[in-house]
């Protein structure tokens, strides 16, 4: 592999690829930067020829990162925000990651006290219809997951707990409990989002299961097949907060246990505010809880 021509990584450089990084598009990270696409392509070339590593898979239109290119980009990052003033470059965006419910009742907090604390670096909360919400694919510095994550090279920090509900049609004959169990879903069929969701029938015991399943790949699908009667559904008492629906009603789920929301980042070195993000998320679950 070559090691380039002697050239150190200079700070264009890192803001290409940045830009490419964030943009998917040489295109639009070239009006970005306000520089001519064979500009923005040629720079890109000359660090990758330097590391001697492919970052940027160009096989398809929207350009995606290599394994390569996600482990840089996080160095990038950390070097580029370490190399510019404060008072002109250093808006490289925070983005956080999830696939539903994001941080529940805290997520308007956090986004405003983000806001009034740390204005220079946006915090942006992205809905990535992912079991990692786009953390592993490098499209987020951090993501906040629920229940068990077992993708390698994550680094996970559990937030709190959320009690389940069950989804039910709203006018269907199990919106009129105040409460519900387990076994209250089993004689129907039980909406399974497994792409993002936490729910799988080993939730039930094996002798107890659901009479049948129907498997969805987002929330918006879930949440239609419930109002629409074609099965009944279970989540976090957050969904019912950030996800409401006219034709689907929640109830508590008294006998299912909680469920665990994490704040993920991958094991390598990130965007340098994620100590903060982790910090004042740590502050604002800290303050509901003696207020």
Do not use: C
Request: net charge negative; hydrophobic share 45%.
């Amino acid at each position: 592999m070559s090691t380039g021509q002697g050239r150190s990584i200079e700070l264009r450089h890192l803001r290409a690829f940045l830009a490419v990084a964030d943009a998917g598009n040489v295109t639009r990270a070239a009006a970005a930067l306000r520089l001519t696409q064979p500009a923005v392509s040629r720079t890109l070339a000359a660090l990758e020829q330097h590391l001697g590593v492919r970052l940027v898979d160009r096989s398809t239109h929207h350009l995606a990162l290599t394994p390569e290119g996600v482990v840089f980009r996080d160095k990038a990052t950390a070097a580029f925000d370490e190399a510019v003033d404060s008072g002109g470059l250093r808006h490289w965006p925070l983005r956080l990651g999830h696939a539903w419910s994001a941080f529940g009742p805290y997520t308007t907090p956090l986004l405003r006290s983000w806001q009034e604390r740390y204005p220079e670096t946006p915090l942006e909360l992205l809905r990535i219809d992912d079991r990692t919400a786009g953390l592993t694919r490098g499209e987020v510095d951090a993501a906040l997951l629920r229940g068990p994550v077992d993708a390698p090279g994550l680094v996970t920090e559990v937030l709190f707990s959320e009690e389940r509900v069950a989804a039910v049609t709203a006018d269907g004959p199990l919106a009129a409990h105040t409460s519900l169990r387990l076994a209250d879903l089993t004689d129907g069929t039980v909406v399974l989002n497994t792409v993002s969701g936490t729910t799988t029938v080993d939730l039930w015991p094996p002798h107890a299961r659901p009479a049948a399943t129907l498997t969805v790949a987002n929330t918006d699908d879930w949440l239609t097949a419930i109002a629409a009667g074609r099965g009944s559904g279970v989540s976090v008492a957050s969904t019912a907060d950030m996800h409401p629906h006219a034709g689907v009603a929640y109830r508590p789920l008294v006998d299912a246990p909680t469920v665990p929301l994490l704040l993920a980042r991958r094991d390598a070195p990130g965007h340098p505010a994620l100590p903060k993000l982790a910090a004042m998320a740590r502050e604002i679950i800290g303050e509901d809880s003696t207020g």
